[in-house]
């Protein structure tokens, strides 16, 4: 007979597990901060695919490399804007 063990939680269910660890730091927060905090979280959710793949060893490495590539799609952005501002001037 065949014995079914325990499946491996999927990283979307990590990376929800983490960002429930922090719900305490979180209401610590202020209101504003507070709402800084759940876009670093989206971020993070926002490559779980990706992340999926990897299967690291400490998946807050996988979160936050997550958050660091949007961060910097949105750098990148806002390069390109004050580009073309300067341009216009």
Do not use: C
Request: hydrophobic share 35%; net charge neutral.
């Amino acid at each position: 007979m065949l014995k079914l063990g325990r499946t491996v939680p999927t990283y979307r269910n990590i990376l929800e597990n983490i960002v429930s660890e922090w719900q305490e730091f979180r209401r610590a927060l202020r209101k504003e901060d507070r709402e800084v905090f759940d876009r670093l979280m989206e971020k993070a959710r926002m490559h779980a695919s990706a992340a999926s793949y990897e299967a690291r060893v400490d998946p807050t490495e996988s979160m936050f490399i997550s958050i660091l590539l949007e961060q910097e799609k949105e750098i990148g952005e806002l390069r390109k804007k004050v580009e073309e501002l300067n341009k216009e001037k």
